[in-house]
């Protein structure tokens, strides 16, 4: 016969094995869900990858002079190397895009989700200009804002004008 002592005994490890495979199967299932479903956005994490790019293309520019940026876009996510100089927002065409930094000669990576997304920002070294840049319309203070498709191929070379240092983006010739 069993003394009561003994099935007190028995109650409490049976509680705790009920109480640990519980924890194992929350534990599971959260591990589960944080696999299906991760926090991992991958729009986001492509721009960071395309800004991480760009700094070092620019950074070979600031050396040599000039440089060619080409990024490889796979998919059908439309990204845009967004020049804003020290404006919030620019339009072009039908899309507006805003910038979470409004700083001195800022460039962002922008994509589009409900709205423009551009949260991948460099300030860049100097202004930048988009075509041509007449003398007389680069100074400093002149600012003029653009935008580039990550699916082109651009040409960017160090340029100056006196004293003022600028950056010039150019279309690559196919």
């Given at each position: 016969?069993?003394?009561?002592?003994?099935?007190?005994?028995?109650?409490?490890?049976?509680?705790?094995?009920?109480?640990?495979?519980?924890?194992?199967?929350?534990?599971?299932v959260?591990?589960?869900?944080?696999?299906?479903?991760?926090?991992?956005?991958?729009?986001?994490?492509?721009?960071?990858?395309?800004?991480?790019?760009?700094?070092?293309?620019?950074?070979?520019?600031?050396?040599?002079?000039?440089?060619?940026?080409s990024?490889?876009?796979?998919?059908?996510?439309?990204?845009?190397?967004?020049?804003?100089?020290?404006?919030?927002?620019?339009?072009?065409?039908?899309n507006?895009?805003?910038?979470?930094?409004?700083?001195?000669?800022?460039?962002?990576?922008?994509?589009?989700?409900?709205?423009?997304?551009?949260?991948?920002?460099?300030?860049?070294?100097?202004?930048?200009?988009?075509?041509?840049?007449?003398?007389?319309?680069?100074r400093?203070?002149?600012?003029?804002?653009?935008?580039?498709?990550?699916?082109?191929?651009?040409?960017?070379?160090?340029?100056?004008?006196?004293?003022?240092?600028?950056?010039?983006?150019?279309?690559?010739?196919?």
């Amino acid at each position: 016969m069993r003394s009561k002592r003994g099935d007190a005994k028995m109650m409490n490890s049976e509680i705790v094995q009920i109480v640990l495979a519980v924890a194992i199967v929350f534990l599971v299932v959260v591990l589960l869900y944080n696999l299906i479903y991760p926090d991992y956005d991958k729009r986001s994490e492509t721009a960071e990858n395309y800004l991480d790019s760009f700094k070092k293309q620019m950074s070979l520019v600031d050396l040599s002079g000039s440089g060619e940026l080409s990024f490889l876009v796979v998919g059908d996510d439309e990204y845009y190397l967004v020049y804003f100089g020290d404006k919030a927002s620019v339009k072009n065409g039908d899309n507006t895009f805003v910038s979470g930094e409004v700083e001195k000669n800022t460039m962002c990576v922008c994509y589009f989700e409900d709205k423009s997304i551009c949260e991948e920002c460099v300030n860049l070294n100097y202004p930048a200009y988009f075509g041509l840049a007449p003398a007389n319309k680069v100074r400093e203070g002149d600012v003029r804002t653009f935008v580039l498709n990550l699916r082109e191929d651009w040409k960017v070379f160090r340029k100056s004008i006196g004293d003022v240092n600028y950056y010039l983006f150019k279309v690559t010739d196919e």
